[in-house]
């Protein structure tokens, strides 16, 4: 009986070894994580890690299925599909206008709100701009919150379906507004700020996505 018990412990041992040294070959990039930490991580097909997920996005008007989710990467929040790929703006509904016609000039994300009291918005929120550049952004400003002011614009872009990656332009047209309150949109570079190698037309990372929380 004592040398079952010794052989019981030893392949214990073995194995809580083992477990240990899994972890300490692990990569330091965050790849992998201790089970128990409570953060679900987003990845990449092939393994790359996105980000934190923060939580789920729904359709408008809601109560409806959630079509993307909200990522928390090196301090910033972004918006993404499940297909990998992103909504105009920062989730359905989201409206981009232009100074320009068909979609070009100085970008504004619509605050949908009035002049007065003057929309912030957190300058850590990345949108994506499909029609135009093809790009992610970030308010523009300084410090933590960028101020929507009211400009003129002369063309718009939205989704043109519920489907995270779609975006079609028009030039706005009477009785179409002619002023927006937005916020005044500048690049992002994803690979500095994110850590992330995007591509294609739309923009998008790898997918098959992979949801983990250990």
Same mark, same amino acid.
């Given at each position: 009986?004592?040398?079952?018990?010794?052989?019981?412990?030893?392949?214990?041992?073995?194995?809580?070894?083992?477990?240990?040294?899994?972890?300490?070959?692990?990569?330091?990039?965050?790849?992998?994580e201790?089970?128990?930490?409570?953060? $679900?991580?987003?990845?990449?097909?092939?393994?790359?890690?996105?980000?934190?997920? $923060?939580?789920?996005?729904?359709?408008?008007?809601?109560?409806?299925?959630?079509?993307?989710? $909200?990522?928390?990467?090196?301090?910033?929040?972004?918006?993404?599909?499940?297909?990998?790929?992103?909504?105009?703006?920062?989730?359905?509904?989201?409206?981009?206008?232009?100074?320009?016609?068909?979609?070009?000039?100085?970008?504004?994300?619509?605050?949908?709100?009035?002049?007065?009291?003057?929309?912030?918005?957190?300058?850590?929120?990345?949108?994506?701009?499909?029609?135009?550049?093809?790009?992610?952004?970030?308010?523009?400003?300084?410090?933590?919150?960028a101020?929507?002011?009211?400009?003129? $614009?002369?063309?718009?872009?939205?989704?043109?379906?519920?489907?995270?990656?779609?975006?079609?332009?028009?030039?706005?047209?009477?009785?179409?507004?002619s002023?927006?309150?937005?916020?005044?949109?500048?690049?992002?570079?994803?690979?500095?700020?994110?850590?992330w190698?995007?591509?294609?037309?739309?923009?998008?990372?790898?997918?098959?996505?992979?949801?983990?929380?250990?």
């Amino acid at each position: 009986m004592t040398n079952i018990y010794l052989k019981a412990a030893t392949i214990l041992a073995l194995a809580a070894s083992m477990h240990i040294a899994t972890f300490a070959q692990s990569p330091t990039d965050g790849r992998w994580e201790r089970p128990g930490s409570g953060a $679900v991580r987003v990845f990449d097909r092939n393994r790359h890690l996105l980000g934190t997920l $923060v939580g789920l996005t729904p359709t408008e008007p809601t109560p409806n299925e959630p079509l993307s989710f $909200v990522l928390f990467r090196n301090g910033y929040f972004i918006s993404m599909g499940f297909n990998g790929q992103f909504p105009v703006g920062f989730e359905f509904g989201s409206q981009i206008y232009w100074t320009g016609s068909n979609c070009t000039g100085d970008s504004y994300l619509s605050s949908q709100d009035g002049p007065s009291p003057a929309p912030v918005m957190s300058r850590r929120t990345v949108i994506w701009d499909g029609n135009a550049a093809n790009s992610l952004y970030v308010a523009s400003g300084h410090g933590e919150y960028a101020v929507a002011v009211e400009t003129p $614009v002369v063309s718009a872009e939205i989704a043109n379906s519920t489907l995270p990656g779609t975006s079609e332009c028009f030039d706005l047209l009477p009785p179409g507004p002619s002023h927006i309150v937005g916020w005044l949109l500048t690049p992002l570079d994803a690979r500095k700020v994110l850590g992330w190698d995007l591509s294609g037309t739309p923009l998008r990372v790898q997918a098959p996505l992979q949801f983990k929380d250990r």
